[in-house]
């Protein structure tokens, strides 16, 4: 536990408490008074209701129309499923704002269902439900799919020859080995969905807001760095409540189970049900993962001209005359791979020490260490990323104008992720297994790598690509520390959306469609390393 502790303490604790404490103590004084004040206002309570509920819908919602997908991917073997598990990833790194706009292109004035049908949506809270499950639809299908695909199918088999139904084998067997997954992928949507920031700002409008819009508001426009701190203090208060409840409830269900090699666990569908589950997933991100992605692609190529490529070439060079970057924009593109590199190999290596800790050991100091690995998802990126800019300047860790700031507030959402992916399967390795390598001789390193290992290694793959599409995407944070010579594509993106003019939009499209195929491209690479791994190891 030592490392993990010791980096969220610095590149996490220290900061925020700087934030908080430098918003109630602003002449070296504690004014807690003023915590009376917010927590009072009736514009701000209904504020939080409106987050805590918005949470909770988007969540179950994504579980709805995920879960079905998780088990196609896992268990169905069809061609183009390594393409289509790339796909399905892209949503979830692009950066929020571009989320935002895509979809009031789709529900919004003189959008696709306002010229179809007339219907517009984008003044109701559905535009914000739709685009949070398209944002989060990888989390469940990844998540719950990893585990899914190494779960023996003969245990409910098994079940079936004794007499039982197949919904009575899936709920008696499959559904409670599944619980841990989809109860880390429903906290990790709640926890993305409750600190929502473009997607709620560009879809809300003036009727909708949540704790995120509202502190990043205080913040950097109103400059009230006091509210912001009690609203800080709320999304700890909150965030901390629901990681003790999934703690106390998840940890019970948690077992060992019987894994296999994936492969021998996806079959060809058979039947008319299990070609219309296969059609129904297949339309369903058809519908609502590929047309708002559409939608980008052919803005990107929409020009005054006609359709065409003048965006991408107009990224090349560098505009002198009060252009918003001092780079060519197309500089961003190797600036998020270099920092997305750096910060999952960060996150992999803090993640997996601390999912091996918590898989070995139990109790209240283990429950409070796992709660503390999920609070950088329910607290604000913009707290964050001001914590870094006044915390770390002075020796001995002088980082402002460092590069590795970057990663490392990247890594920080990162590192949640390779956690809850990892975590299940790590439980579920019969610890049977070990004693025996250890009886035989086996050193400590050994067993790992004899006998966790191979039983992980495709989790430790599905995370590895999670923090790599959380760093390329990740915009809360870096948006304050990304120098103005070394803009990120989130950063360039948002940086050109908030400019006038029709050549800064369509370049902000062009670069949100070279981030969507850089995500793609990168995340099928690494299924296909996944397969000749698994093949070359024999798992």
């Not at 990844?142 to 084998?169: C, F, I, K, N, Y």
């Not at 770390?392 to 860790?397: A, H, I, M, S, V």
């Not at 599905?462 to 070394?486: K, N, Q, Y």
Request: one cysteine or more; proline letters at 5%.
């Amino acid at each position: 536990m030592a490392v993990p502790v010791a980096f969220f303490a610095v590149f996490f604790a220290y900061p925020v408490a700087a934030i908080v404490g430098r918003g109630l103590r602003p002449d070296g004084i504690w004014r807690l008074g003023h915590l009376g004040e917010v927590l009072g206002r009736a514009d701000l309570q209904g504020m939080l209701w409106f987050t805590t509920w918005q949470a909770v819908a988007s969540t179950v919602l994504t579980l709805l129309i995920a879960l079905p997908g998780s088990y196609v991917m896992a268990r169905f073997a069809f061609p183009g499923k390594r393409l289509l598990r790339a796909v399905i990833t892209v949503p979830f790194v692009l950066p929020t704002v571009v989320v935002g706009s895509a979809f009031l292109a789709l529900l919004g004035r003189g959008g696709l269902l306002d010229e179809l049908w007339g219907i517009r949506l984008d003044t109701t809270v559905w535009a914000i439900l739709l685009a949070h499950v398209f944002f989060n639809y990888a989390v469940v299908v990844r998540t719950v799919g990893g585990l899914w695909a190494q779960l023996d199918p003969r245990q409910e088999e098994a079940a079936r020859v004794l007499g039982a139904s197949r919904l009575s084998a899936w709920r008696r067997i499959t559904l409670p080995a599944l619980a841990p997954a989809v109860a880390a992928a429903a906290l990790m949507v709640f926890l993305f969905t409750f600190t929502s920031f473009g997607v709620v700002q560009i879809l809300g409008g003036p009727t909708y807001a949540t704790l995120e819009v509202e502190i990043y508001r205080q913040t950097a426009q109103l400059l009230d760095l006091r509210t912001a701190a009690v609203l800080t203090l709320v999304q700890f208060a909150a965030v901390g409540t629901v990681l003790a409840v999934h703690a106390r409830t998840v940890r019970r269900r948690e077992g060992a189970l019987r894994l296999v090699d994936p492969d021998r666990t996806a079959r060809r569908p058979r039947g008319a049900g299990q070609w219309a589950l296969l059609g129904g997933v297949l339309a369903t991100v058809a519908v609502l993962l590929l047309t708002p992605l559409g939608v980008l692609v052919e803005r990107s190529l929409d020009t005054p001209s006609g359709h065409g490529l003048a965006h991408y070439r107009s990224l090349f060079t560098l505009d002198e005359e009060g252009g918003a970057f001092l780079v060519p924009p197309i500089e961003a593109v190797g600036n998020s791979l270099e920092y997305a590199l750096a910060a999952t190999a960060v996150a992999v290596v803090i993640g997996s020490l601390a999912a091996a800790a918590l898989s070995r050991r139990s109790g209240r100091l283990t429950r409070g260490f796992d709660a503390l690995l999920m609070l950088p998802l329910g607290v604000s990126a913009v707290t964050v990323g001001f914590g870094f800019l006044i915390t770390l300047d002075e020796p001995p860790l002088d980082l402002r104008s460092s590069w590795i700031l970057v990663p490392l507030a990247q890594a920080l959402v990162g590192v949640p992720f390779v956690v809850r992916v990892m975590l299940p399967v790590l439980r579920a390795v019969d610890g049977r297994l070990r004693e025996a390598a250890a009886v035989l001789g086996a050193s400590p390193l050994r067993v790992w790598r004899e006998v966790d290992l191979p039983m992980v290694s495709r989790a430790l793959l599905i995370a590895a690509g999670f923090a790599f599409a959380i760093s390329l995407g990740e915009f809360g944070a870096t948006v304050f520390l990304a120098r103005p010579d070394r803009p990120t594509l989130p950063v360039a993106v948002a940086r050109l959306l908030s400019r006038p003019g029709e050549l800064n939009y369509g370049q902000a499209m062009a670069l949100s469609t070279i981030l969507m195929v850089v995500c793609a491209v990168a995340l099928f690479l690494l299924e296909r390393t996944r397969v000749r791994t698994a093949s070359a190891g024999g798992f």
